[in-house]
């Protein structure tokens, strides 16, 4: 069975803050991806990697960054969170020309 | 610029009746488009997709139309069960396109009442 983990199903933060969000795939995908979901807005990508060590910008980079060090792994960093980075951020990933399979979301909160 | 609209944010519909989802899309360059449902504290899994040489596929319950010249894709559900309320998010890809990027629609909200 498929799996995608995120490492925090809730987080808060404080503006300002660091903050690393993980996530871990077990189906030896090519491409990972990073979403925010907000109301109304959909899911808006904000990066994605096609392979180890590369990286895409999506829609919304700013104020993001990624890593992809091991092929099972794709990193979302915010350098200095900020209140509108508050949001509900999903992960997925995928093989070439097939659907993507999500985590279950990390609901972040920047007070 | 949204390349991909649902213009009904929510749906009501009564238990054993039709549902019926629209999605609109403005990049002709999309090929390959996807279904997604989401229920709360959950991440979307995918429910039904459909490539541009074909104008129907169905599995179960579900069938999505693909009209190309319109630009307009829809999803059925019959008939509609109350574990169907969920927010369906409407997907488009370009397949030639390095890395299976997905574009994505704001969504609509179903409510299935018994």
């Known amino acids: 069975d498929v799996k995608v983990t995120q490492s925090s199903r809730y987080l808060v933060k404080r503006t300002g803050e660091k903050v690393f969000l993980e996530c871990v795939q077990d189906?030896?995908?090519?491409?990972m991806f990073w979403y925010r979901q907000d109301p109304g807005l959909g899911l808006r990508l904000i990066y994605f990697?096609?392979?180890?060590?590369?990286?895409e910008k999506g829609d919304i980079p700013e104020g993001y960054s990624v890593s992809r060090e091991k092929k099972e792994r794709f990193s979302l960093i915010l350098e200095s969170a900020s209140t509108n980075q508050t949001s509900m951020y999903l992960c997925?990933?995928?093989?070439?020309?097939?659907?993507?399979?999500f985590g279950p979301g990390t609901r972040l909160t920047v007070l | 610029d949204q390349q991909v609209k649902q213009n009904s944010p929510s749906l009501s519909v009564q238990e054993g009746r039709i549902s019926i989802l629209n999605c609109d899309y403005t990049?002709?360059?999309?090929?390959?488009f996807l279904w997604y449902k989401k229920y709360p504290a959950e991440g979307p899994t995918f429910l039904i997709s459909?490539?541009?040489?074909?104008d129907k596929n169905e599995d179960g319950r579900f069938t999505v139309f693909l009209n190309k010249s319109a630009k307009h894709l829809s999803l059925h559900i019959v008939p509609s069960q109350p574990g169907d309320s969920a927010v369906y998010f409407c997907?488009?890809?370009?397949?030639?396109?390095?890395?299976?990027?997905?574009?994505f629609g704001g969504g609509t909200r179903v409510l299935v009442k018994p």
């Open positions: 459909i490539s541009s040489i074909k």
């Open positions: 997907a488009a890809s370009e397949l030639r396109a390095a890395g299976n990027k997905l574009t």
């Open positions: 990697s096609y392979d180890v060590k590369m990286k």
């Open positions: 997925a990933s995928a093989q070439n020309y097939n659907e993507q399979f």
């Open positions: 189906m030896d995908h090519e491409n």
């Open positions: 990049n002709s360059m999309f090929d390959y």
